[in-house]
């Protein structure tokens, strides 16, 4: 998946937050929106304000460092194999088995993520939509071979493990189980694109955007002040012409502006509420669930206005939920 805020090595962390509703019952359908909640105990939420207190420097290194290396990361995928040492799928690379349970089946749900990264997002929102109990874990999987976030990891009832990598992946085999229904070509396609064309192009926008900078900065820290802001003024079209380099080489369909994926978008709506008709299915959820975490920051406003999808904005924050903020800690 692109990976702004996401592809750097992510921060290990033991810390664990609950959310959504009970995992649906046998036979029950998934519907509704499941408010997420979060109970953190007192060391946890020290260790949460710490994480916070990384993560804009963490952000900022670690784009640098993946538009670096990109080009090495690209060569060592075409000879890599295609499954981990340890049994699980490799980025962009489907899972070797698929998925042979159902919710029912499910004790657990973990999601190893960041509250910033995008693809994280994007699961959170489908697993509240359709109704999942689950937690969050902040940072990456602690034993797995893959180092990289966000990674879903069942636990069952027969007391087996289920893990898939990568969010692309992770939606692809997330909502047969959810819907009990597979994606159907176009479907998948438009879920592709979302993941490969409009999430690379809306990541390098927002990191050229020296006041949204300033306000992920904020938001993951709790403050701004003068020296931060100069670095982030110098950093900003750096990180922009890095990484626009790097992904239009990674992602060669992607194009700048994000709003010309958004207009089609808009065209494949074909004047219904929703991609999928009268209520938000997965595509619908993918390309809201991307951005729904930016959505106070100047680029998403952009974005909506130039590709006419503020009423489908509107819908989806209606049934979805409104404008998405990761939790606050008092700073003790």
């Given at each position: ?218 938001r993951a820290t709790d403050f701004v002040g003068g ?16 990484i626009g380099y790097a992904f239009k080489s990674r ?82």
């Open positions: 998946s692109p990976v702004m805020l996401v592809a750097a090595p992510a921060l290990p962390s033991a810390t664990v937050v609950e959310r959504g509703s009970p995992l649906l019952s046998a036979g029950q359908s998934p519907q509704g929106v499941a408010v997420a909640s979060a109970r953190v105990g007192p060391a946890a939420a020290t260790h949460v304000r710490l994480h916070q207190r990384r993560a804009a420097p963490a952000m900022l290194a670690g784009l640098v460092c993946f538009a670096a290396g990109n080009r090495r990361r690209q060569r060592a995928r075409r000879v890599g194999a295609a499954v981990l040492p340890d049994g699980t799928n490799e980025e962009e690379e489907d899972l070797a088995k698929p998925l042979d349970f159902t919710i029912a089946d499910i004790k657990e749900v973990r999601l190893y993520q960041q509250e910033l990264s995008p693809p994280c997002v994007k699961i959170r929102t489908m697993l509240n939509f359709y109704g999942v109990q689950f937690k969050t874990i902040a940072g990456k999987h602690p034993t797995s071979d893959y180092k990289k976030i966000p990674v879903l990891e069942f636990k069952l009832k027969n007391g087996q493990k289920r893990q898939i990598n990568d969010s692309h992946i992770i939606i692809k085999n997330l909502v047969p189980l959810l819907t009990g229904e597979q994606l159907t070509p176009e479907q998948y396609q438009w879920e592709r694109k979302v993941t490969y064309e409009f999430q690379p192009a809306f990541e390098v926008e927002l990191v050229g955007n020296e006041r949204d900078v300033a306000k992920i900065w904020a020296w931060q802001r100069v670095l982030i003024s110098l950093l900003t079209p750096l990180l922009s012409a890095l992602y060669p369909s992607m194009e700048l502006p994000s709003s010309k994926f958004g207009s089609s978008f808009r065209a494949a709506l074909n004047g219904k509420p929703f991609f999928h008709g009268d209520e938000p299915g997965p595509v619908d959820l993918s390309l809201y669930g991307t951005y729904c975490a930016f959505t106070d920051c100047i680029t998403i406003g952009n974005f909506l206005n130039a590709s006419g999808l503020e009423e489908w904005n509107e819908r989806m924050v209606d049934r979805v939920g409104g404008n998405w903020t990761p939790p606050k800690y008092r700073m003790g």
